[in-house]
């Protein structure tokens, strides 16, 4: 045989042991699926008054330092409250000052300011 020959006999024989066979497989039995729980998600822990203070440290603050936005979200927060405690900014200042930092805190991120109700005269 000649070289050339040897080197068709040669490849042909390689490349029919790389040709693709077709393998008869069985699918797998389908696995039933996973039944859904969905937890209920754990109560968040309630925020002490010493987070607050490091998270929002602006209700620390004077009246006169605090920006526009927070002081109207006083205001309107003050309006809400059970009497309304201030209705203008005029009214929130002197208010806001003479709050404690729970009060503040209850006023702003909380149920809201609690005073009691006012005695009949």
Known sequence: MGRGRLSILLATALLAGCAEVEVATEAP?????LPVVIAD?????????TERVRQDAWITRFWEQLTPGQRRRVVGQLRRSNPPAAGTEDEAA???DALG????NALVFGAGLTRPPALPE
């Open 101 to 104: 930092l729970p009060d503040r």
């Open 41 to 49: 998600p754990p109560a968040p822990r309630p925020v002490t008054l």
């Open 94 to 96: 002197p208010v806001w």
């Open 29 to 33: 039995p389908a696995a039933d699926p």
